[in-house]
């Protein structure tokens, strides 16, 4: 079991940056791949970014690749999503989730999952 916490959330004009957070309990971090999705209203969760346990392989949605860049800090059981360049269609709340055995982009493929965070872009 692990618990997920995100933060970093906001109101943020067009072209502004956000970076968030998800803070991961127990001290088994680094045994889990990553993954940021998104859900906006009526729309299905998609994809965003995903990083593996050591973070040395990394996966972007087309839609927000050169803007995005997804990192993690063992350490601190730390996984960050900086997002720069933002635009009104990135507006919904950004949900990490957690996988221990799989690297994927689907959310079938990630067992535990934050309450979510949500972010607003502004025209």
């Known amino acids: 079991q692990v618990q997920l916490v995100e933060s970093g959330g906001g109101l943020v004009q067009a072209g502004g940056s956000l970076r968030l957070s998800c803070a991961a309990s127990g001290r088994t971090f680094s045994s889990y791949n990553m993954g940021w999705f998104r859900q906006a209203p009526g729309k299905e969760r998609e994809f965003v970014s995903n990083i593996n346990r050591n973070g040395g392989r990394i996966n972007y949605a087309d839609s927000v690749k050169g803007r995005f860049t997804i990192s993690r800090d063992n350490a601190k059981n730390t996984v960050y999503l900086q997002m720069n360049s933002l635009k009104p269609e990135d507006t919904a709340a950004y949900y990490c989730?957690?996988?221990?055995?799989?690297?994927?982009?689907?959310?079938?493929?990630?067992?535990?999952w934050g309450q979510g965070t949500q972010v607003t872009v502004s025209s």
């Open positions: 989730a957690a996988s221990a055995e799989q690297y994927g982009l689907m959310s079938r493929s990630y067992d535990y």
